[in-house]
């Protein structure tokens, strides 16, 4: 059994994870701002301030923390607090872990799709494949490179660049399940990696129990998904009509300026190498939806 440190704990991946790691017999603790459970520990980045209690017999920290990409529009401000809400906090856990010589096997660390640019191609990217230049790819790096550096302490260092989450309970889906219609965005050729939180979260738990499940991992299903693809299964399986004209680029430019981008581009990642050490749930978007909406 082993005791992990979360981050994010009290977020949409978090609550799920924490379930299924509790099911493994694995003990949690979480980090939060506003701490009210027996296994909560207080924390403040901004103070640079963890509860040293939080970290007894810690074996395994998985790093979740970090704004919504999408929540709020992409000022200069906003893009400071998406940087520095994950590799800030990630620069004072290896603060803390190094100053209380805390024998960590290992530091497990969100990351996005996103490190490949918010980009259409016919390329399907790999692990291996360098970053873009635009400033999601740039959050993505960054956020990673706080991560790597665990690597100092002889910590095991697993990423997992993560395609869009599907659960019901919030994130994505609701969002595109809009109360009235369905509809593509743009062109509605822009690819939209995705994976079921089962398969994430089950990909977080074994990060931690399979000694050799290190290294940087595309976390998104083999499956490859359109927009427009997307949107026509989304709407046979929840039974509700899809508008007939797709949502225009410019008008989602005009509201949402830059963060626009990310909904209006997307290419293929590769789950090759995530498959060769994972087996996925779903892997398929049919089955993924069936599951969340109906259960099957």
């Known amino acids: 059994m082993s005791k992990i440190l979360i981050t994010g704990g009290t977020g949409l991946v978090g609550k799920q994870l924490q379930k299924k790691l509790e099911e493994k017999n694995h003990s949690v603790v979480v980090l939060t701002r506003s701490p009210t459970l027996k296994n909560e520990f207080k924390w403040d980045i901004s103070k640079e301030y963890i509860d040293d209690n939080a970290f007894k017999d810690v074996t395994h920290i998985i790093h979740l923390a970090g704004a919504g990409i999408a929540d709020k529009r992409w000022t200069a401000k906003r893009k400071k607090e998406l940087i520095n809400s994950r590799v800030q ?11 209380l010589k805390i024998d960590l096997k ?42 790597h550096q665990f690597k100092q302490l002889n910590t095991s260092v697993t990423i997992l660049r993560t395609g869009i989450v599907l659960t019901k309970l919030g994130g994505a889906l609701p969002k595109i399940n809009t ?7 743009g062109t509605g050729k822009q690819y939209m990696p995705w994976i079921h939180i089962d398969d994430l979260c089950n990909m977080y738990v074994k990060s931690v129990e399979d000694v050799r499940f290190i290294g940087i991992y595309n976390a998104a299903a083999p499956e490859h998904e359109t927009n427009k ?44 190498k995530t498959s060769a050490i994972y087996s996925f749930i779903f892997t398929d978007l049919k089955s993924a939806l069936k599951n969340i909406y109906h259960n099957e």
């Open 229 to 272: 693809s997307f949107t026509k299964k989304l709407s046979k399986t929840i039974a509700k009509p899809i508008f007939p004209l797709n949502a225009p680029s410019f008008v989602l430019k005009i509201v949402l300026g830059e963060m626009s981008s990310i909904l209006l581009k997307g290419s293929r990642v590769s789950s090759v």
């Open 89 to 99: 906090s990630a620069n004072l856990l290896f603060k803390k872990i190094k100053d």
């Open 106 to 147: 290992g530091f497990i660390s969100a990351s996005g799709i996103g490190y490949y640019g918010a980009v259409t191609s016919n390329k399907i990217f790999t692990e291996d494949d360098a970053p873009e230049n635009d400033f999601i790819s740039k959050v993505c790096v960054e956020w990673e490179n706080a991560a």
């Open 179 to 185: 109360p009235l219609f369905l509809a593509a965005l």
